[in-house]
């Protein structure tokens, strides 16, 4: 233990020589632009205890493992077990991209990851009049159980734990992917995995919504109630502030308007009758590993303590598990240039860095050429063999927490948590996420900061290496990967076959039950699972979901 009278000696002295430091004058070779964080915190020259006056270090600098779990959630973290590289892939038809499931998996991936493409993320079959010239273009096309059999035709679901981005039409992605393991004859209790299944962020920075919030959140809270009882090892949501940090959020930003979604989650499980204590430990989050790369490990930290008083103070959770953030992160999209391509790798590298170091469960590494097209077989192996170079080459995993104790990671982890904590304020006051989507507050927050990045890039003020300097004339010859052109017709077809081949009385009276459920109060996840059985297609469920809760019109 410190001696408290040690402390303050120590705190007036280095008060003492950081005000002399300040009254120094600024060398000739410093830069004149002022250094601050994407959150707008202040970098000092230098930072010392003093910066840290207000926190108290024998209640939040404490060990790894224990609340609020500033330094991991773990006492052990990835001595114990390495996080799960969990490759973000999808594209062309459920053939195509199990083939590259097999060999990312063959290269040591440890996880899997479902990129879906736009037409299966609104809930549209390959079909559809509105999904020409998208189907199989940023993911796999998924119209029905067969194509999700074949997804993870000769991958054991009890072995590989599965992320599936997915939003709106996450139930009826999770029930296919239940009743697949189900036909190879393993219990969905063993599944193991992730729904993304976060509609909030997706009205305020992503697009991908079908329904009004009120009954996507109805989804969501009866798929809470579902695995909560039948599969207890799955994730029901991941929570994410990727999606809006891609939108142009600040870090600070995308942890109190993460949280503030979070937080709304649990309110309206706990409004329907669910103990926050049966789905509290199964709560998951994703985050975004951006560019400065020790404000983003503060931000993990941050994020995790704040969660862990947001859940114990203010929902009264008691069990431990329900108070830790367990968090999957993937590197920023946003910041790889079509410019020298190569340089991504490093971009990637680093902000791979951020998050072993900011203590993620589980990672995925972005391609080099992911600016250009979706990435190719090597470019995808390159960015795998980046994870795998920091667990094994780099040391940084054989301790916990290393950076811990930094002056500087702690002063920015305390400013992230104020300003993330201060943003929650705001939206409690406007009577929650919802109500402040609805009022369109999280969109402009998020659209100004994006504003003002880029006339950061555009003046000049802001460096992008090899964009807006440092650029040079190229001739690529780059490989990229192309999609084929007949994979709508190829599903077109699939979807035709199924039709005509399965029991159609049977299919009518399946879809009929989930329309009276819907207009009922029953847990959606009951007949949207009967459907699944009948072969019925994903647009077809969609489609009877829309007759009843309508779709979303933004103001």
């Known amino acids: 233990m410190f001696d408290p009278k040690e402390i303050e000696e120590i705190q007036s002295e280095m008060q003492k020589w950081s005000e002399k430091g300040q009254k120094a004058s600024k060398s000739k070779s410093e830069r004149s632009l ?35 779990f500033t330094r991991g959630i773990q006492p052990n973290m990835y001595r114990g077990k390495m996080w799960t590289m969990r490759q973000y892939a999808g594209f062309g038809t459920a053939e195509d991209t199990n083939r590259r499931y097999r060999y990312l998996l063959d290269q040591g991936q440890t996880g899997l990851s479902v990129a ?20 199989g273009k940023v993911g796999v096309a998924i119209d029905s159980i067969k194509d ?49 299944n976060d509609i909030l962020k997706e009205y305020s920075s992503r697009g991908t919504y ?85 404000e983003e490990i503060a931000k993990f930290r941050a994020a995790r ?35 020298q391509t190569m340089n991504n790798i490093v971009r ?56 811990g104790g930094s002056y500087y990671i702690e002063a920015l982890t305390n400013e992230i948590e104020r300003q993330a904590e201060s943003l929650i304020e705001q939206v409690d006051r406007m009577g929650g996420a919802v109500a402040a989507v609805e009022q369109g507050y999280i969109q402009r927050e998020i659209q100004e900061s994006a504003y003002r990045h880029q006339q950061e890039v555009e003046s000049g003020e802001r460096i992008v290496v090899g964009m807006n300097k440092f650029q040079v004339k190229e001739s690529s010859t780059q490989t990229l990967l192309e999609i084929n052109p007949e994979v709508r017709n190829v599903q077109m077809k699939q979807i035709a076959d199924l039709k005509s081949s399965r029991d159609t009385r049977k299919a009518d009276a399946s879809l009929a039950a989930l329309e009276a459920t819907a207009r009922g109060d029953g847990n959606l996840m009951i007949p949207i699972l ?9 647009g077809e469920i969609c489609d009877t979901l829309r007759r009843v809760f309508g779709e979303y019109k933004p103001a």
């Open 305 to 339: 303590r704040l969660w862990a008083k947001i859940m114990k103070d203010r929902f009264g959770a008691k069990n431990p598990r329900s108070w830790m953030l367990r968090f999957h992160t993937q590197t920023a999209g946003s910041t790889l240039t079509a410019q």
């Open 34 to 68: 002022d250094f601050q964080t994407s959150s707008g915190i202040k970098i000092k020259k230098v930072f010392s205890p003093v910066d840290n006056a207000e926190m108290d270090y024998l209640r939040d600098l404490n060990l790894p493992g224990e609340y609020p």
């Open 116 to 135: 879906f493409d736009l037409p299966t993320q609104i809930g549209y079959d390959s079909s559809h009049p509105l999904a020409e010239g998208e189907v």
């Open 348 to 403: 990637v590298a680093w902000q791979a860095l951020s998050a072993v170091l900011g203590g993620a469960q589980s990672l995925h590494t972005n391609s080099m050429d992911e600016a250009l097209a979706l990435p190719s077989e090597q470019s995808a192996q390159v960015a795998l063999r980046t994870q795998q170079l920091i667990a094994y080459e780099s040391g940084v995993a054989d301790t916990v927490d290393p950076l």
């Open 210 to 294: 079908i329904y009004p919030p009120a009954p996507s959140m109805r989804l969501i809270t009866d798929t809470f109630s579902y695995c909560a009882k039948e599969i207890p090892n799955w994730n029901p949501i991941s929570i994410s502030g990727y999606h809006m940090r891609e939108a142009g959020c600040t870090a600070a930003q995308e942890v109190g308007f993460t949280l503030a979604n979070a937080i709304a989650y649990v309110e309206k499980a706990l409004n329907v009758g669910l103990n926050v204590d049966d789905f509290g430990p199964r709560l998951s989050f994703f985050f975004n590993a951006h560019l400065n790369f020790l």
């Open 530 to 538: 009967a459907c699944v059985r009948s072969l019925c297609t994903l």
């Open 148 to 196: 999700m059999a074949t997804l993870f035709d000769k991958i054991p679901l009890d072995k590989v734990s599965t992320s599936m981005t997915i939003n709106a039409p996450a139930a009826v992605l999770l029930a296919m992917y239940i009743a697949v393991a189900e036909e190879n004859g393993i219990a969905k209790s063993k599944l193991n995995g992730t729904i993304q």
